[in-house]
């Protein structure tokens, strides 16, 4: 069996948008000047697919959500002619060889990304191929079902936010996680705004139910620090993001204090998570899978962090997560968003493919007889997508 294609996709949403609203989510660039919409970088209404097809017939799907054109070309003119013709199953050597062959500008961010997409879609082949999971290839079951935690709950108002809490909590969630919407520039005023929305939620879903606080690297060290003691009170599962990726040394002074930190999500390769865990910068890991590297990638990571005892909990849910979840004992829960009306992106994978699991009583399962990553791409959505190929 060796891959015969490699074929690029971006899926453009063009269908309707739920439309921003001020201070609902803090960011890096909240602390720049300048007028409109914060979060206009952070959208992407546009999400890649890869589909790697072996001269078997067989089709695996990889994805990627960040700078999809950018990725794209990256695949079409760099990393496609490096795996056709090689057998998927060879699948460490073909990661390594995308890897040290890019090193010198793709290490980081778009270059990773893409590698992320192809190797997730090698992963799909090699579940199919055999007629097994993605998870039974990775070590098996380790769990009868991953606990989630919805994931939403942007800033709004007090009465909208805890109407949401609620609806989590009727749908038997034991765990959920909010956003901020101020920081540094919003002075007093904002640290009110923040802490009664943190007190409103709690209000609703009580203390037997973890509560996680995200910044999406919207606030500073100085900022974090003298919000810290004043969110202890509400015993946060953890603040996520704090401080933007790049700043190690910040996340490692505020991981020492009582509320666990997390971070992960924008950080890329084996090696840049060996950093985060000499440095003690994090108590919970976040890669992305689409990001990091894929699924080769994220299995290194996952044995290093276990070694640290150090949890892993990747971003954003999705399947190609949801099986490394699975099959690690160090990946204790998962991310989950709530099916909902295309906003910032991260629902766009309800849309673009079929197969996802349904949250059920707070919890999803994953099926021992779909082979591959379970996914198919949808077409009930097609007439509100412009594909670019």
């Known amino acids: 069996m060796k891959i015969k294609s490699v074929r690029a996709k971006i899926y453009r949403w063009t269908g309707d948008v739920v439309p921003p609203q001020a201070n609902f989510c803090t960011n890096a660039s909240d602390i720049l000047y300048e007028k409109g919409d914060a979060m206009a970088s952070f959208r992407f209404l546009e999400w890649l697919v890869v589909e790697v097809e072996t001269d078997t017939g067989i089709v695996g799907y990889g994805n990627a959500a960040l700078a999809p054109r950018l990725v794209k070309a990256t695949i079409d003119q760099y990393l496609a002619p490096l795996v056709i013709g090689d057998s998927p199953w060879d699948y460490g050597y073909i990661f390594e060889k995308m890897y040290r062959k890019t090193l010198a500008w793709g290490r980081k961010g778009v270059g990773i990304t893409a590698i992320s997409a192809i190797d997730i879609a090698i992963w799909d082949i090699l579940g199919k191929a055999s007629g097994q999971p993605v998870f039974k290839l990775l070590g098996g079951r380790m769990k009868e079902k991953i606990p989630v935690y919805a994931s939403k709950l942007y800033a709004d108002s007090i009465e909208n936010m805890q109407a949401e809490a609620q609806r989590y909590v009727d749908q038997g969630y034991a765990m959920m996680k909010m956003r901020f919407g101020y920081g540094p520039k919003d002075g007093a005023f904002g640290v009110k705004e923040n802490l009664k929305r943190v007190e409103a939620v709690r209000e609703v879903i009580g203390y ?3 509560l996680m606080l995200e910044c999406f690297m919207g606030w500073t060290l100085e900022y974090t620090k003298r919000m810290l003691p004043k969110l202890e ?35 890329f390769t084996l090696f840049g998570f060996r950093q985060l865990l000499d440095m003690k910068a994090v108590s ?3 890669y992305d899978t689409n990001r990091v590297g894929g699924i080769t990638a994220a299995q290194k990571i996952n044995a290093l962090a276990e070694a640290y005892q150090v949890p892993v909990v990747p971003h954003a849910g999705q399947m190609h997560n949801f099986h490394l979840t699975m099959a690690n004992t160090n990946c204790p829960i998962a991310e989950y ?53």
Not at 242 to 252: K, L, Q, S
Request: aromatic share 10%.
């Open 233 to 267: 009170r509400f015993e946060p599962r953890w603040l996520e993001e704090p401080v933007i990726a790049d700043d190690m040394h910040g996340y490692a002074e505020l991981n020492a204090g009582p509320i666990p930190i997390s971070g992960g999500e924008h950080e």
């Open 284 to 286: 919970v890991i976040q």
């Open 337 to 389: 968003f709530p099916i909902h009306p295309v906003e910032i992106g991260n629902e766009l994978f309800w849309y673009i493919f079929d197969g996802e699991p349904d949250a059920i009583d707070g919890c999803i399962d994953l099926d021992d007889h779909k082979p591959g990553l379970g996914l198919t791409l949808s077409e009930k959505y097609l007439d509100q997508f412009e594909i670019i190929e």
């Open 208 to 210: 037997d139910r973890d």
